[in-house]
């Protein structure tokens, strides 16, 4: 027998107070009740308000203790400002949890703020755990607990986790017109107390719930939510649409819900690591949580490599862009066995094209249960991983002649068989959806996903190939104990510039030298030079590269304080001058000091195959990350990076230099050598090593690095410290 | 008073004959009779066949010579096989068109193709104008005339063009359940005679058809398309989609329509020229057309830079996606002024957001007519561009209160009244649109568009955006002879190179600089030596460049035919050795001719600011295009380039060099100074015009060209010389 969770008496309680019940229907503490009532919520629920008297037949209470028991749930329909008190009454009271829906808290500027510090504090000290403030509600179709407005909802399948309630609302509309239905629904609101990744843990053991729909905007605690995700996300799919990713979303995320909205690379990266399934547009997310929830993952069922999607049509513009669509996603079509073929070809005429994507044109739409029988012939060829049905079928009784009717429900039934035999996946395109006639609400109702959007059908497909793929990586977590090991290898040991890092302070190239030494990082040699004077002697054979070491100077080439090709001492001295001249006017300039620790005197080193960009920053929301990418002053231009949550393994850092848009510049190209790829999968692991390690490290950046064929070393280096806010 | 368009009598004929009638129901001769008498079509109608006898009351005519008069229009509902000699005999009788619906031509092989061709000839020789073959067919709603199958339409304001009944089908099926309607259906199939272009035409100047949706695959005139499009488009808003852009999708289309599926950049970047609105997406293209077809184009109603879209939400969610959309798809939300923030936080309280994107939940869900005098109140700021109302509008009956039902539909009108008064375009996402509440269809029936879709609804907006843009370059296209200039400017005189371009063939280095040098474009100096002897001697101060001549080597980097930093006539002795070694090893493991002209020797370059690509060549379904990208052996990393149909001239090169990810490269980036954009206007103009004056020149490409501040230089160049299939 497993424990219930620590959420089941908020999440499913037996008894429920309405504290500020009101008998005006335009309020919410009267709508709550009328909710209740009206799913039928078979525990006991108590109105509380001191004015007394009855309420839709509730005998009203006037305070908390008047109630014959502490009830698991209250909801607390009041302003802000009565809510910390109420929320310590209910703790005292031994009530559990509470629900509040007010605004005026920390989204609403300063004051709000301190209301909220002052409602966590009411909760901690009390252990009430709290849902909201600014939550649109909760629902429990399963616990007939309805606690948002609008039609009560049947028992379902899909979870619903949405930071606005309008797109909870838009969510729960639409799933409402399909079989799979909703289960539970919560708006976090603003995660002051019970955050995502509670409710994600709840729902990864919540039995009825299928798949989990995820809408937010910021995240209280983004290393905890992707952590819990990766463990939710071995057995359950989770969905998840991020707002707030533009510029002008993110101000509008900030006002309206107070969190602070990260960047979307990062999101993106981490999710993806999570096994998380990112949609980008809100008609998607619903469609692919469906699919999810009800197909299997798109998996090989043999070793060739063959194998695909079979696309089958009724007519060649579906075929042509469902074959599109897929190839831009990078999903293969099948190539069918010349059996597969045969047997394709006796059932659709010599004429047909059997070639996947297969038209069926002129056979299927005069005769539906061909349909099924290709079906069976597909699903049985092991090439065929998944299968998309595009076009008319559905519609065939209105497009063709009224008498396939029922022939076309066969159909449905055969292909439900079908696949079900062979355990395929398939997501069907109807042009009739929207109509749905029997055949499709006959596929409806035995689970198997029909679309009225070619487009919404091919991502659906898209997100089973997502699901089905190998797990690129679960960044180091190891099986059984996922929470433990990335906090655990925080480190703790501060660099000594504590005093800087209150402010935050960028490190100089020597410092950060230091800082990286003794994780292995090789960069390239230099001499350090404290006085003008000893430059000129530190210049060796051949071309040298001088450069000015200040941590006022992050972008010493932007400031001119850095010279290439020195050849020789009276160049040397030249440069000196021209170095330290153009680096005091850009100083002075910006009212920085002009202050140098010295001088680093590097010979030049060849021109490499590629110049990396290998940093490491801690993310305010999602904590510690690697990025690596194309490096040298063009990075921004390149735009091409690959990011990874931290602690990292060599074995990642190398895929993630295959993910790179540049990758042929490192893995060979036109007859170009491969770089060291061993060393920069090191480099990239002892980066991350050196940020985990002292805390107060905030970035930490080598650009350029260049790599050669048999060795990759870090030409510049720069850090920032500081304390996360 | 216009003169009829040629295609006048084919697409609205008085007349029409069935030739094939037949009585079984599941043939075409059958079901396209039905159709006619089922959509009322006013004109005679004429079955033909052989048998006589009476179908669907209809006296039938056993031969075309039998009937009182010539018919406008014949629909030959034979096999392939047939098809060319009743073509024929329809011409001989003074039929003006003919409908082929039989595929087993081109599409199907080299046989389909000779009969295609024969069907060519009958058709030419005796003047009938063929739609087809391979046609879905033809539906004329304000012409009463339905020769496709499916439910009869009524009249309406969209045409549709399209290579594939299933997607004509599809708009068709979605298009009748809006008030926009269907004008014209016509299915180019093959293009045998009658191309797009000319379909574009007819529909650029029918009164009643108010947008052009075209599906495509592949066209059989591009250039004639593009042509025509940059007229149409002047009036009519465009709208494509093309099928078959991927390997996968080419594939299918090739079996499909026979046709040959062109390159899909430059088919978008060609579209754009021609001032069409390409969607990607099957579900946007009916959206799009609807609304570019009721909405005016979004353009500025005043001089100040804070204008933009106005969005107004009523929850945060929508609010937050929809800036995230319009973000990334560069469209700028308004600025609103003070005047109206202060009316608007008049009318939706002090705690509402007033800034764009606004939410006026709270206000509006308890008094829908507060959206009305909002409104009002944004259409009337000069700033608001356009408005996108999102979230649950026409819901909030079902919503909150039914009692609001009354009400919101007085919104609705008011909504109607703000935006006609100001001409203000909009475009409405609500939750509740698949249900179609009244106050939708109020807003649907007074044709402002309502998607359930939030990205639909947002790629509708952008489109009127992209609508209403200044045309950013017409092709050198002068008013009123649109079709006359392009091809004037193409060029006849073909290169001396005419036995080899019969086959094909690569141009020498040597021969593509003589080709170039009439042009003007500068080239980096070099001497060429005949003999090997003579190379040392050409070697002078400084480093310098080796590179073996020859057409057999339009890579001569790969073959290690390009030696670099050859410095006095020692080195080059050995340079020369190894090129030609390497080169003569590339040659013979390749089968090519061991064929050198000779030796080039180039001064080395210095390191330039930007390496570029600048290329023409002629497309076989596009015609001549010019290419400008990033350069260099990493051009297809980059994947970095602008595109432009040819003749161009500098201020349009200018563009293309602000259209590229790179081009901080060019206008100076990072204290980096910009490089002379002059010039390499100068030279993309060149490269075009040396292009268009030879015509056997298929492809012509300088890559590297080396831009520096004050100049910029060509260092490599190559052609190919053929004939177009």
């Not at 108590?46 to 028991?69: A, C, H, Q, W």
């Not at 109702?445 to 990586?473: D, F, K």
């Not at 850092?653 to 295959?658: S, Y």
């Not at 980066?687 to 490290?697: D, Q």
Request: hydrophobic share 40%.
């Amino acid at each position: 027998m497993t424990l219930p969770h620590a959420l089941t008496p908020i999440l499913e309680p037996q008894s429920v107070a309405v504290i500020g019940a009101s008998s005006d229907p335009e309020k919410r503490g009267h709508q709550v009740l009328a909710a209740l009532r009206a799913s039928g919520f078979p525990g006991t629920i108590y109105p509380v308000n001191p004015k007394g008297g009855e309420i839709l037949d509730f005998t009203v209470f006037r305070s908390l203790t008047e109630l014959p028991e502490a009830p698991d749930l209250a909801y607390v329909a009041l302003p802000a400002a009565l809510v910390p008190n109420v929320v310590r009454e209910c703790g005292q009271y031994g009530t559990k949890g509470a629900i509040v829906p007010a605004v005026g808290f920390r989204e609403s500027g300063k004051e709000g703020a301190e209301l909220e510090a002052c409602l966590l504090s009411a909760a901690q000290e009390t252990g009430v755990r709290v849902i909201g403030p600014n939550t649109s509600g909760l629902l429990n179709t399963h616990a007939r607990l309805h606690m948002v407005g609008g039609e009560p909802l049947p028992p379902g399948g899909l979870a619903i986790l949405a930071q606005s309630g309008n797109i909870a609302l838009d969510l729960m509309t639409a799933a409402s017109t399909r079989p799979i239905g909703v289960s539970i629904y919560v708006g976090p609101g603003n995660e002051t107390d019970i955050g995502f990744h509670e409710y994600l843990d709840f729902l990864g053991s919540h039995e009825p719930t299928r798949a989990i729909v995820m809408y937010l905007e910021g995240v209280a605690d983004g290393e905890a939510l992707f952590e819990m995700a990766s463990r939710v996300t071995r057995y359950k799919p989770v969905v998840v649409l991020k707002g707030g990713i533009s510029g002008a979303g993110e101000r509008t995320a900030r006002s309206h819900t107070g969190a602070v909205t990260g960047s979307h690379k990062v999101f993106s990266a981490l999710a993806r690591e999570a096994q998380m399934i990112e949609v980008v547009r809100a008609d998607e997310l619903l469609a692919v949580a469906e699919t999810l929830a009800t197909q299997p993952p798109v998996r090989p069922r043999s070793d060739d490599t063959d194998g695909g999607v079979v696309v089958l049509s009724d007519g060649g513009g579906h075929a042509t862009l469902s074959a599109d669509h897929l190839s831009k996603a990078g999903v293969p079509l099948a190539h069918l066995s010349s059996t597969t073929q045969e047997a394709l070809r006796q059932r659709l005429g010599p004429a047909a094209n059997v070639n996947n994507p297969i038209d069926a044109a002129g056979a299927a739409d005069q005769a539906p249960t061909v349909l099924g029988d290709v079906l069976q012939i597909l699903a049985s060829d092991r090439g065929c991983h998944a299968i998309l049905i595009t076009g008319l079928f559905g519609g065939y009784a209105i497009r063709f002649a009224e008498e396939l009717a029922t022939e076309e429900c066969e159909a449905a039934d055969q292909i439900v068989e079908a696949v079900r035999k062979e355990a395929v996946p398939i997501v069907v395109h109807s042009l009739y959806a929207a109509r749905l006639p029997p055949p499709l609400l006959r596929l409806l109702e035995r689970e198997i996903p029909v679309y009225g959007s070619l487009e919404t059908a091919i991502r659906c497909l898209t997100s089973l190939c997502v699901r089905g793929a190998t797990p690129e990586s679960l960044i180091g977590i190891s099986e059984g104990q996922p929470n433990a090991n990335r906090k655990a290898r925080y480190g703790s040991e501060d660099v000594n510039w504590r005093k800087r890092s209150s402010q935050g302070s960028w490190l100089s190239e020597l410092e950060t030298r230091e800082l990286l030494t003794p994780f292995g990082v090789p960069m390239v040699p230099s001499t350090f030079c404290h006085e003008r004077k000893d430059v000129a002697a530190a210049v060796g054979k051949g071309p040298h590269v001088l450069k000015l070491v200040s941590r006022h100077l992050p972008h010493k080439t932007e400031a001119g304080a850095v010279r290439l090709g020195i050849e020789g001492s009276g160049q040397a001295d030249v440069e000196l001058k021209l170095a330290v001249d153009s680096a005091s006017t850009y100083l002075a300039e910006r009212g920085l000091p002009l202050d140098f620790d010295g001088f680093l005197v590097s010979p030049m080193q060849p021109k490499p195959l590629a110049e990396l960009l290998i940093g490491a920053q801690r993310d305010p929301q999602f904590g510690p990350i690697l990025t690596l990418g194309m490096g040298g002053v063009e990075v921004e231009l390149f735009d091409d990076v690959a990011i990874r949550g931290l602690p990292i393994e060599e074995d990642q850092v190398v895929r993630m230099c295959h993910e790179l848009k540049f990758s042929p510049l490192l893995f060979g190209y036109r007859g170009r050598a491969s770089v060291d790829i061993n060393s920069i999968a090191k480099i990239g692991v002892a980066v991350g090593a050196c940020l985990l390690t002292h805390s107060n490290i905030l970035e930490l950046e080598l650009n350029p690095v260049f790599a050669y064929v048999d060795r990759v070393v870090a030409v510049d280096a720069t850090a920032y410290v500081g304390s996360i806010v």
